[in-house]
């Protein structure tokens, strides 16, 4: 059952700032090729439990949805979306960043979560914090310096000895950092858990991490305020993120404007976030709402969704042409959005699972090893067989 | 309320007078004949079901399914509460509440009676204060714990900068196990201390005025005065205190939840070492963020019973203070302060009725 009882009309759900509000107003009166109309519903607080909630009773199921990066999380119950391929999607498939399209696959192979915006990854740091510790300031000599992780380590060690700074707020930090830029996660395509394999992409992130942790490279920032303050004292001269970090930082430390730069992580770049859209299949018309999601994702709209609210393309051609505007002052003139182009041309393809929610104690055990030092062996021991116990329990092992 | 149905003179003799009445017509009357006060009724009883019982009968069967929500209810008979108990996530959770619950309750009653002593006295602008004890308890949460989190940072907050500059080390606040249960303890005090102190000035104030003056004119002194007189007189306006103050207790979540924010992943619930994960917390990370409302919905009944036994022996100590006055076994100087105690009796009464209006006023 659909939210409206207008024919001509579609309910879309949304969250704020996650869709073009400019592009939505014109669908409102008419959505381009088609003869219907659009209503944009901007749905406040924990839009999961919103969502799944009105899918489980079968009512109020809005025609379009936006869905979040953890859109597997909707794959187990995959039949309740509709295939987005014979629709016409599959003709579009090469318009789009090939990992983009994959995380939106179902492992069944059906094109249900397709691409909007997405969150390609690198470093993010202080240009003249580092030039005063004598270490490469300049983008390119520091990505040449740190193409390893071990040269990574290696600044961020440099960095602690002289200024005695940080180089990131947390060791969770650069274990989500380089989970996300590895085509290897917590699960294997069968949803088989893998983390606990000898030399599996989850232990070497732990490592990782744990080694950063111990080393000074990260400053044992736990809460949102230590981390902000951090960024905007100076304590912290760096952060691996995504693209849509960029805007966040400006807001939080508007007094470093002009010292920020940006460097091509260690190994290559991942993805962070990055939302998509699906058509419930109670959804009124199929056909109309996947017409407005071709719309709404085509590469000119994209590069207007850039210039209006930084979301970035999932389309490559949006590039092509200089209708992408973006503001470099905050970076020192370095060109932001060709950084972030380059790096997104690089992303790994990956498989995220459902279940990867379930693996929360990774994080929680390496913050008690960053925190309270508590033994990294016995940690995670404690986090693998927190998650065993309840992947046992869930009847996933 | 128990506390002011045993306390109040003459309730007894009310119930005895409807069962003398020999009305039997009326109670034979049909049913039909009342409808307009049954539809009069009707909207809270249908809120009540719809959102009230269907929810609470929903999770106990919820409670033997494994559901995420979406796909077909799965029966699993106890298997979610065979999984709690030996779960020590939700162990590491039941010692939370209680410590946080001991440790910000038993300063905070102290710490309100002594307040409410002190405006008692006659001080000026007393409006003033009133006012300014209640602000915290209408602040938005969500604006407290950005102001605790900025106060009670582990590097730049101003708590840990005062200490650094009188020469202290930094306490880790947000970092550590016990730096946590102290924030969000010191959060609850601040929040509620206020608002207990306005019971108790309540309950002060219905203290007939001549038990004081006399201990005055023998000399007492006012910690006498605070520990002898005005402490036992309270002593039902106290039992209320703790007893609303043990049920905010077990179910602590908006503090923790917000100071440490559930918004990124189910990961930092709690807080480092899940230091702040409380019963209420952890139950709200399995239904919403693990989409386990099956589990969820077995927490949320292992609380139940939680809430239950304090519940009963909050009822027994209050039960066994009332059967003290007349047990044989009281020693003397029980008697004699059973015999002050009957002499003050309405005056505690009406301490118990003054404070519960003013909680209605506040909440309306």
Redesign the interface.
Known sequence: MSISSDPDLLVLWYWTRSINPNLLDQAARQIPDSTKRLRADVVGG?Y??KL??S??GGAYIPDIAGVNSNCS??F??EE?FVDLNPLGGSELKSQFYDWKWQLGTTPKGRMCFWPMDTGPTGLYYRNDLFAKAGLPSDPDALGEAIKTWDGYLDVGTQLRKKLDIALDINA?AVFGCYLNSSEERYFDRQDRPIFSQSGSAVRKAWDLAVQAAKLGVT????????QN??WS?G?VAGHLEAVWWGPILADTAPDTKGKWRLANQPVKPGNSGGSFLMVPTTSKDPQAAFDFIKWLTNAENQAKTFNTIQLFPSTPASFTGDTLKSDNSFYGGQEYQTFFRKAAEQVPITYVSPYE??C?????EL??VE??GKDPNQAWDDAVA?VD??LH???LV | MAISESARPGTATRPASFAEAPDGERRRRPLRSYWPQYVAVAPFYILFLVFGLFPVVFSVVLSFT?W????KLKFVGL?QYA?LVQ???FWTSVANTLIIWVISTLPMLFLALLMAFILHQNIRGKGFYRVAFFIPNVTSLVAVA?VF??VF????GLINNALTALGAANI?W????WGIKVTIAVMVIWRYTGYNAIIYLAGLQSVPTDLYEAARVDGASSTQIFFRITIPLLRPVILFTLITSTIGGLSLFTEPQVL??TGA????AG????AGLTIVLYQYVQ??????FG?ASAIAWALFVLSAVVAFINFRLLRDRDDAMGDRKVPMFQRRRAAARARSRAAESDAVSASRQTREEVRS
């Not at chain 2, 992943?265 to 930092?268: H, L």
């Open positions: 924990n999961d439990s799944r909630t899918l489980a999380l909707y187990p119950n309740r969770g400053g044992n920032l736990q809460t949102s305020n230590d303050a951090g004292s304590r929610n379930l929360a104690p990774f994080g929680s913050t008690n925190t309270a927190a116990q309840v329990k869930r009847g | 494994q995420d929500g979406i796909s298997a999984f779960d020590p996530r950005v989190s900025s940072s582990d590097s730049f880790p947000l970092s550590s196990d440490f924010g992943s189910a990961s930092s807080g480092p070492g899940d239904a919403f963020f693990n989409f386990d589990y």
